[in-house]
């Protein structure tokens, strides 16, 4: 069908049906926007959700780089201002757990536990998920006022060293099994939905943009603390 059709197209052209010049670019896109459908892969309108979901972990990434810059500092004796660690736990309940992982729990994790695939590994993301929760209360709790107290300091430390610790290993298993895995259980029509299920979400609780808006919060305080520049971490050999 479609070699015939392009036959006719150039058999017209070359008996001076001009008009036809002026369609056929839109005939071959059509072809290719129907060849792309056809594919698992995400068109370039957007990105599939697990592919949302690896890319949300980077901001949560740049959150936990914070998180150690503070408390080496504050290993240090050096002054830090609460809002160092008050600000990125901000985020991280805002854009992390009412959002990124609350997509993770409703839409994600249902899916694997209907076919009882990765059981295990579904349920400890989800007891971390909660201690999670329960970290980000701590540092809430004590990353407060003009300058941290010194018994909020060792509060803060045990919050953040205990979030480190286990969202590193978390994310990463999210990442190479969870998410992966997801492509085979179900269909490429059901993450083409779990993509504007999470846009709604995203919407509804962030406005507009809120992935873009995440990252500049987390450079903003990467700013403050002399971190964003990456060749900083570079070693000097």
Not at 47 to 69: C, F, K, Q, T, W
Not at 94 to 106: A, I, P, S
Not at 109 to 118: A, I, M, S
Not at 171 to 177: F, M, S
């Amino acid at each position: 069908m479609k070699n015939d059709r392009r036959r006719f197209l150039i058999t017209g052209i070359s008996m001076g049906a001009a008009p036809w010049l002026a369609i056929t670019p839109l005939v071959i896109a059509g072809e290719e926007a129907s060849d792309k459908e056809r594919t698992n892969e995400p068109t370039d309108e957007g990105i599939s959700a697990p592919e949302d979901l690896m890319r949300e972990h980077g901001v949560l990434n740049r959150v936990l780089l914070i998180y150690e810059e503070g408390l080496r500092r504050l290993r240090a004796k050096e002054s830090v201002p609460p809002e160092v660690f008050h600000k990125p736990a901000t985020l991280i309940r805002k854009f992390v757990e009412d959002y990124h992982e609350r997509n993770e729990e409703n839409f994600i994790f249902p899916e694997f536990e209907k076919q009882k695939q990765h059981s295990e590994l579904v349920r400890t993301l989800r007891q971390q998920h909660e201690a999670g929760r329960k970290l980000t209360d701590v540092v809430l709790r004590n990353a407060t006022g003009d300058h941290v107290k010194p018994d909020s300091r060792q509060e803060i430390i045990r919050g953040c060293d205990a979030f480190i610790r286990m969202y590193r290993p978390h994310e990463a298993r999210e990442d190479t099994v969870l998410f992966p895995a997801l492509y085979k259980l179900i269909s490429t029509k059901q993450i083409a939905e779990l993509g504007e299920q999470f846009e709604v979400k995203e919407h509804q609780l962030l406005g507009s943009e809120g992935f873009e808006k995440a990252v500049d919060e987390v450079a903003a305080v990467e700013k403050q603390l002399g971190i964003y520049d990456l060749s900083k971490f570079t070693p000097k050999f």
